[in-house]
């Protein structure tokens, strides 16, 4: 190898180590093909637990990105070829050392053949722009259950997969238009099978390339447990999961968005009441049930209207929503809310998204409050954040006036 390649091998092999410490958490494996006439050797280096092990001619050895680029350089010296392919979850970086000298190149990830003809389902909208592609998301929609063991789309999981990917549409503005360049920190409260913290996971990462983390919080052990195996079988190492109660669960200082889907109950307040404690810059909340407020409120004046259970129950099921979007109004966020999927399939359709754009809002606090007061409620959303502001501590946007 000549001198002027041996210098160019040691900056490209610098900036292959430089990913391997700062992407740790999104790298595949990395393979050394070493060529000597008609003979090769291959090395591998893949990830066990947090540290990273180098395979190579029969031995193993626990290695960190330096020794193993500085390994590479030293096999590339004695051979007549080398080549280093290293794989993170959304790309393909490719060394080559050859006689005519030292070549990088980085390409997207490719959908195979077979991920190829498994996506082409006559029953999918041939017009939509799909954000989870079959063809390039086949491990994780294999994983959630969307396609068989053999990659092919299960025809009775088409709505499902449908619904999944029109809720990352509708969130998907919140990180498009985000130009920030620090890591995302996504927050799934009351996370069930974490489906949806997968596909995030996935969305963030491999189809807008940020670096991002997810924790998944729930108080059943057991879908904690398998969220943990699933994340193990993807290779999803920056997703950690917590089996905890939302009512003292204290979240990180760093969170950039509270997700929350079909949470039962008060647990979609909780999320909220998380998600306001933590100054999450978004939420996206998708409620469920909620009865909390079904034998509290009162409607003056208008007492026959609810005299039928059914009405009563969907005046509680407006109420409840919109009290909780005019609170995250008083709490500085600007609020929107849609349907994201058609009432055919669940009455439960509401998405309630915010941005959070300052400190308190004192009209919508105004608003809410004599709405609570005419209706004579109190939520657990109403008690949380009232120990919020029982709370004493002192933010940075405090110290700056």
Same mark, same amino acid.
């Given at each position: 190898?000549?001198?002027?390649?041996?210098?160019?091998?040691k900056?490209?092999?610098?900036?292959?180590?430089?990913?391997?410490?700062?992407?740790?958490?999104?790298?595949?494996?990395?393979?050394?093909?070493?060529?000597?006439?008609?003979?090769?050797?291959?090395?591998?280096?893949?990830?066990?637990?947090?540290?990273?092990?180098?395979?190579?001619?029969?031995?193993?050895?626990?290695?960190?990105?330096?020794?193993?680029?500085?390994?590479f350089?030293?096999?590339?010296?004695?051979?007549?070829e080398?080549?280093?392919?290293?794989?993170e979850?959304?790309?393909?970086?490719?060394?080559?050392?050859?006689?005519?000298?030292v070549?990088?190149?980085?390409?997207?990830?490719?959908?195979t053949?077979?991920?190829?003809?498994?996506?082409?389902?006559?029953?999918?909208?041939?017009?939509?722009?799909?954000l989870?592609?079959?063809?390039?998301?086949?491990?994780?929609?294999?994983?959630?259950?969307?396609?068989?063991a053999?990659?092919?789309?299960?025809?009775?999981?088409?709505?499902?997969y449908?619904?999944?990917?029109?809720?990352v549409e509708?969130?998907?503005p919140?990180?498009?238009?985000?130009?920030?360049?620090?890591?995302?920190?996504?927050?799934?409260?009351?996370?069930?099978?974490?489906?949806l913290?997968?596909?995030?996971?996935?969305?963030?990462?491999?189809?807008?390339?940020?670096?991002?983390?997810?924790?998944?919080?729930?108080?059943?052990?057991?879908?904690?447990?398998?969220?943990?195996?699933?994340?193990?079988?993807?290779?999803?190492?920056?997703?950690?999961?917590?089996?905890?109660?939302?009512?003292?669960?204290?979240?990180?200082?760093?969170?950039?968005?509270?997700i929350?889907?079909?949470?039962?109950?008060?647990?979609?307040?909780l999320a909220?009441?998380t998600?306001?404690?933590?100054?999450?810059?978004?939420?996206?909340?998708?409620?469920?049930?909620?009865?909390?407020?079904?034998?509290?409120?009162?409607?003056?004046?208008?007492? $026959? /209207?609810?005299?039928?259970?059914?009405?009563?129950? +969907?005046?509680?099921? #407006?109420?409840? &929503?919109?009290? !909780? =979007?005019?609170k995250?109004?008083?709490?500085?966020?600007?609020?929107?809310?849609?349907?994201?999927?058609? $009432? /055919?399939?669940?009455?439960?359709?509401?998405?309630? +998204?915010?941005?959070? #754009?300052?400190? &308190?809002?004192? !009209? =919508?606090?105004?608003?809410?409050?004599?709405?609570?007061?005419?209706?004579?409620?109190?939520?657990?959303?109403?008690?949380?954040?009232?120990?919020?502001?029982g709370?004493?501590?002192?933010?940075?946007?405090?110290l700056?006036?």
């Amino acid at each position: 190898m000549q001198k002027g390649d041996a210098a160019k091998l040691k900056l490209l092999l610098a900036g292959i180590s430089a990913r391997l410490t700062k992407n740790k958490d999104f790298f595949v494996q990395a393979t050394g093909t070493f060529i000597s006439g008609k003979k090769k050797f291959e090395a591998r280096l893949v990830r066990e637990g947090e540290d990273y092990c180098l395979r190579f001619q029969g031995t193993e050895r626990t290695v960190d990105a330096e020794a193993f680029c500085t390994f590479f350089a030293e096999q590339a010296e004695k051979y007549d070829e080398a080549v280093l392919e290293y794989t993170e979850r959304s790309s393909v970086v490719t060394l080559s050392v050859t006689a005519r000298g030292v070549q990088m190149k980085q390409a997207e990830r490719q959908a195979t053949a077979e991920e190829k003809a498994a996506a082409a389902n006559p029953l999918l909208d041939p017009n939509r722009q799909y954000l989870i592609r079959v063809d390039r998301a086949a491990a994780l929609l294999r994983e959630i259950g969307i396609l068989t063991a053999d990659g092919k789309l299960k025809n009775d999981m088409i709505r499902k997969y449908n619904q999944i990917d029109h809720y990352v549409e509708l969130v998907a503005p919140m990180f498009t238009q985000d130009d920030s360049d620090d890591e995302i920190v996504l927050l799934d409260c009351a996370c069930g099978k974490s489906y949806l913290s997968f596909v995030m996971n996935y969305y963030l990462h491999e189809v807008l390339h940020r670096r991002c983390r997810v924790i998944g919080v729930d108080i059943n052990e057991h879908v904690i447990a398998e969220s943990r195996a699933m994340a193990k079988r993807l290779g999803y190492h920056n997703m950690r999961f917590q089996c905890a109660d939302l009512r003292t669960y204290q979240p990180p200082a760093d969170v950039t968005a509270v997700i929350s889907l079909h949470a039962c109950d008060i647990a979609t307040d909780l999320a909220l009441a998380t998600a306001i404690r933590a100054r999450a810059k978004y939420i996206a909340c998708v409620p469920c049930c909620h009865k909390e407020l079904l034998d509290q409120y009162t409607l003056p004046g208008l007492e $026959p /209207l609810t005299k039928f259970g059914v009405f009563k129950t +969907r005046f509680n099921d #407006v109420l409840t &929503d919109s009290m !909780r =979007a005019l609170k995250l109004e008083a709490k500085g966020y600007k609020v929107s809310v849609v349907e994201y999927i058609s $009432p /055919l399939d669940t009455p439960k359709n509401l998405l309630i +998204r915010a941005t959070r #754009v300052g400190r &308190d809002n004192p !009209r =919508a606090r105004r608003e809410y409050d004599a709405v609570r007061t005419l209706l004579g409620t109190t939520s657990e959303l109403d008690r949380r954040c009232a120990d919020m502001d029982g709370e004493f501590f002192i933010t940075d946007d405090d110290l700056l006036g």
